[in-house]
């Protein structure tokens, strides 16, 4: 079963930063895109970053020059590093992986979600 454990989540006041960190486990032959989605109370879930396989990026205008989105392909791994947050940057945190394993075709694999909380 392919697991996406993410990690760094927490509360931090206003105008401090974050990093997230989302690790697939299992056997993995490629990750193609992975992103970082969030969701709020009452709110639909929204994209925050997106990394290609090829280190092509993309951010929701609202984190555009706080957050920035890394991977690391020989741990699997990709990183949200996020700074300068604001009390609206308070959700679930998701990551998500478009990959394939040795024995699983490619799909879209979701993580369970850390809280991040800005207090003001």
């Known amino acids: 079963q392919v697991q996406l454990v993410e990690s760094g989540g927490g509360l931090v006041q206003a105008g401090g930063s974050l990093r997230l960190s989302c690790a697939a486990s299992?056997?993995?032959?490629?990750?193609?895109?992975m992103g970082w989605y969030r969701q709020a109370p009452g709110k639909q879930r929204e994209l925050v970053a997106l990394i290609t396989s090829s280190g092509s990026t993309n951010y929701a205008d609202s984190v555009k020059g706080r957050f920035t989105i890394s991977r690391d392909n020989a741990k699997n791994t990709a990183y949200l590093q996020m700074n300068s947050l604001k009390p609206e940057d308070t959700a679930v945190y998701y990551c998500?992986?478009?990959?394939?394993?040795?024995?699983?075709?490619?799909?879209?694999?979701w993580g369970q979600g850390t809280q991040v909380t800005v207090s003001s």
């Open positions: 998500k992986a478009d990959l394939r394993t040795t024995w699983r075709p490619r799909r879209d694999y």
């Open positions: 299992e056997s993995i032959s490629s990750i193609y895109a």
